[in-house]
């Protein structure tokens, strides 16, 4: 395929991304008449699209913060299933990046398109793994697309918070997560390195993890902040959005142990800067190694860049010897980084 070839049917309008043959756009800004969504963010999953195809997962994550998730209908589609629209072929493939998030393959003539929305290749006890796809035209996130950004071990990031709370037992850990993905992914990762105590949740989680384990996710005991006793949260960990850490809904916890679970916290700057003591190094994104293992293994020839550091992956495309390109989406600015 001539690479001007997939720009004459893969357009970007003001909505974003768009598919002509198959009349469709992927993770649009709202207002769409039929929209394919790649995962539950609320920087991809916008309200106020007439039609979203997108898993049964993702369509329940939408019901949860949305109210619904689309005016006049909704399709779920299984991991691996080959659905017609228009004249295409649509299949979503495991992302490995939060509960229902997915790859999108189009099919289209003989060519071969794939979408990855965010991903990562680390494991998620959470969500099923990332699923390599070939393709010739691969459109990936980049939003750790920096040599610097390498993510390391998640375990010894969890094994960090448990030694912090054994040395420290009469502080409240509290770390920031974000509400979908990273909050029930860290509460897994607790689950199997052996801590089994009750985990403490603000209230703006509570519902997001009730929802995984209402897709068979097992959290563990969890229990509200609101209401516990102080003295009772001594030594326990507390789980809450990054923008409660920092404000006054962490002075109400006895000698609170700011920490954060983000793949942010490997710029210790950043850290320091948000009142971090314990940075956790915990991404639900691709590092800059599985960035450029994911694009050569797809074998695609030419690579769309989105959602974050364009130029240095360009450049390491270009030495790859395949075709890359940045491609300019409106509003991306992540909620998960
Ligand atoms: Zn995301
Ligand atoms: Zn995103």
Redesign the pocket.
């Known amino acids: 395929m001539k690479p001007a070839q997939f720009d004459s049917w893969l357009t970007v309008d003001r909505k974003g991304l768009y598919c002509r043959p198959g009349r469709f756009h992927i993770d649009p800004y709202g207002g769409a008449k039929r929209a394919v969504v790649t995962?539950g963010?609320s920087d991809?999953a916008r309200p106020g699209h007439d039609h979203v195809l997108a898993t049964r997962e993702t369509l329940g994550v939408m019901t949860t913060r949305l109210g619904t998730p689309a005016r006049s209908g909704t399709q779920a589609a299984s991991y691996g299933e080959r659905i017609t629209m228009g004249d295409v072929a649509v299949t979503l493939f495991p992302a490995g990046?939060?509960l229902g998030s997915a790859q999108v393959l189009i099919e289209w003539q003989d060519a071969r398109v794939v979408v990855s929305g965010?991903y990562k290749r680390a494991a998620d006890p959470t969500c099923p793994p990332f699923e390599p796809v070939p393709c010739h035209l691969f459109i990936t996130e980049a939003t750790f697309a920096l040599p610097v950004f390498q993510h390391g071990d998640v375990r010894q990031e969890v094994a960090k918070l448990l030694k912090s709370r054994a040395q420290f037992h009469d502080r409240c850990h509290v770390v920031g997560v974000y509400g979908l993905g990273k909050c029930q992914r860290l509460i897994a990762l607790l689950r199997a390195a052996g801590y089994d105590r009750p985990i403490y949740l603000h209230g703006a989680l509570i519902e997001c993890c009730a929802l995984y384990e209402s897709y068979g996710v097992r959290l563990g005991e969890l229990r509200s902040a609101t209401g516990a006793k102080r003295d009772q949260m001594k030594g326990e960990i507390v789980l809450a959005p990054p923008s409660a850490i920092a404000d006054r809904w962490s002075r109400r916890l006895p000698d609170p142990l700011t920490a954060f679970a983000s793949g942010w916290m490997r710029v210790r700057a950043r850290a320091r800067q948000q009142g971090v003591e314990l940075p956790l190094v915990i991404s639900?994104h691709a590092d800059w190694r599985e960035l450029t293992e994911t694009i050569a293994e797809t074998g695609a020839e030419e690579i769309w860049v989105t959602h974050g550091r364009e130029d240095a992956l360009l450049h390491h495309i270009r030495m790859m010897g395949r075709r890359g390109r940045a491609l300019a989406l409106v509003g991306r600015e992540?909620e998960?980084q």
């Open positions: 995962h963010h991809h990046h939060v965010d639900d992540d998960d």
